[in-house]
């Protein structure tokens, strides 16, 4: 009996794959327009992703920032006073955890798509040369498959 159910509705993975199935889709159209972008413009389109986050939860991160300054500012607040500022900021944290978490799956299939094109590059060619950032000439100091080169730098896949 089980095992007539099982088949005529589907077992949870089943269920579960055919939900993705529009994901992997929308991954797919957009890992298909990354084919001809530069490494430059790949990267800044994952910068803009982290943008994205960050813009989002700027207001909470700001309104946290002012909570702070308030309680530092005034070194005779009352221990209630401060208590309360202090749970004001845990809330705000559990609203920043939730907006992130929206716009996380909102941006999911862009992600996965560069990160999919990037693997694909890495994959197929010995190194890459991208304008190096800062993050760059940081990196290069402890990782010995990125070189700099001038303005370049230099990622090496092995």
Known sequence: MFDFLKKLLGTKSEKDVKGLESKVEEINTIYTSLNSISHDELRAKSAALKAKIQTAIKPQNDEIAAI??????NPDI???A???SYKKIDDIDKE???KIEEVLNEILP????ILKETARRFKE???MEVTATDVDKELSKQHANIELNGSKA????K
């Open 82 to 84: 401060k208590e309360d």
């Open 110 to 113: 862009e992600a996965f798509a």
């Open 154 to 157: 230099i990622f090496k896949n």
């Open 68 to 73: 702070k300054a308030q309680v530092d500012s």
């Open 125 to 127: 060619n010995p190194s």
């Open 78 to 80: 009352d221990v209630n």
């Open 96 to 98: 920043i955890t939730k």
